[in-house]
Structure formats: C-alpha cells, structure tokens
C-alpha cells in the first residue's frame, strides 16, 4: 500500500491513503471528527463497504492495523454525525482535500482549477442535497416519523431540490428496501428485544455499572457495547432506543423517565438529555446531574475496559 497522505480539518488530523488510485481514510480519524464517542461501534454500525486495513504507527511508536473505510462509507458517517460541523467537513473534504488528492497524490492548499474528478458544482450540489437531507430528518424525529419514511422522504426531497441521489452515492437503495420490509408501524411496538434484555441484566448488576441515572448517550453507548459481547443479533437504533429502554424499565416495574438538564460548570455547560432511574433533588439540579454523569463515565470506562479483557 502507498504512504499516509496526512492533513488537519479544523485541529484535528484525518489520513489519506491512497489505493488503486481511489482515496481510503483512516475510520478512526473521521469518527472522531464527527463526533462519535466510540469509534469502533460507528464504523461497525455506519460503514458497510468492504473491510480493509493499513498499517501506521501510533504515538508511541508501535505498528498497528487501521481500519480505512471508503468515499461511500465516509458519506455514511457524515450522514450520521449530529455535529453542525460535518457539513464543513463534507463540503471541505469533496472541495479541497479529494481534489488535491486525486491530482497530486498529496495534500496541498487548493488550486483554482478544481480536478476533473470531482467538479466544484457537483461537490456543491452533494453538500446541498446532505443539508436537506439532514435538516428533514431533524424534523421527522421530531414528529417520530419511522425511520426507513424519514430517510425514504428525506432522500425523495433532496434528490428533488439538487438533483443528487443520496441513496444512490451510499450504495443504500437495497439497505433501506430492507428496512422498510422488516418495519412495523403499528405505533404500538416500542420493546425490542435486545433493550428488554440489556435492562434486565443493567438492573440486576452489570460488573462495574451500577444502574443509575446518566445521560442518554452514555446508557446508549453502554447498551451498544453489551450487545457486542452478548452477541446479540440486532441493535436499535439510537433513535427509537431511549422509547424501548423506557417501555422495558416499565414492564419491569420501574419508574424511569427522559428530561433535558443542563450539564457543566457554568459558562461552559450544555442542556443534555438524562435518563432519570431516581428523582432529582428540588435544588441544584444543574449539579445533582453533572455529578451523576460524571460519575457515571468513570464506571462506564472501566466496564468497557473490564469486559474487553476479559472477551479477549
């Protein structure tokens, strides 16, 4: 394989490596841009491209394997990221980085001349066609629309308003037909059977995670990695699995509820969503909460880290 073509989007360094004369990332690095807490599982559930890997050499020196994941699995995580900054990050990467890439081997500033491999207007167009992508869907999870209609309608639109199948440069035509054959919207089916099983082994003590009030994201990301060790064949989607956590906790006979608290230290705190197994204290909510969640992540690490070895 040819040399890691190194460069920075906005602080953060993402690597190229070319092969057979196409562009490869490495998965880590975009993860990461994007905003995904556990890496590993985003590549895992977002990109289903051909499984590759390239040697580097980490901070410490030692070789290692990286996952590299292609154009169409970028795109996917892209389309998956909540940051506001994926949308910078896709119209940089398609009109300056894949241009360079594609016409020197290397990365350099952009040249006025855009590559014939990826012209400006058709970069403009895919970044286009992704914002209304995305900003129907915010709207469809708001009115709890299924998941494969959301994408179903999104794609619809935005091929309507641009001109750009999204679907199609994902390579997800066959994925989303499969969705919506497996899809029941009766309104009434919120359990799954992966959650009603993660609650009942939370509740009853998983090692090193005590079954308390977190974030949101934190209980997703828990819930995500326990069916990876459990081997568990289907995972929800983070979308619809707070609603099936809530039904399962109920069924079992235990209150739990989802609210939005501010979580941080002042200037620099943010309103989160927070699964609530116990009631809030009447004063210093902001705190009660911050210190749950934090304390919640030091368990979470070392649960993760526990099982992993124990696995390996």
Known sequence: MSEIIPFQFEAHDVRVVMVDGEPWFIGRDVAEVLGYLDTVNALKQHCRGVVKYHPIVDSLGRQQEA???????MLRLIVGSKLPSAVRFERWVFEDVLPSVLKTGSYALPQATPSPRIPAHEADRIVAASRTFNALMRAGRHVRQPLPVMIRRAA??????????????????????????????????????????????????????????????????????????????????????????????????RHAQVTVMRIGVREQSTTQRMLLLTAPPFEAQGAWATGLVAQFAEHLRRFMAQQREVVA
């Open 156 to 253: 619809e639109v935005a091929e309507r308003e641009t001109g750009v199948d999204l679907l199609d440069k994902l390579d997800a035509h066959d994925h989303l037909a499969q969705m919506e054959a497996q899809a029941t919207f009766t309104g009434r089916q919120v359990a799954h059977p992966s959650v009603t099983a993660f609650w009942a082994a939370w509740s009853c003590g998983l090692p090193d995670l005590p079954c308390q009030s977190c974030l949101t994201a934190q209980a997703y990301q828990a819930y995500v990695h326990w069916c990876d060790l459990e081997h568990e064949g289907h995972i929800i989607r983070r979308e619809k699995f707070t609603t099936a956590l809530l039904h399962a906790a109920r069924d079992a006979g």
């Open 67 to 73: 996952r590299i994941i292609s154009q169409p699995d």
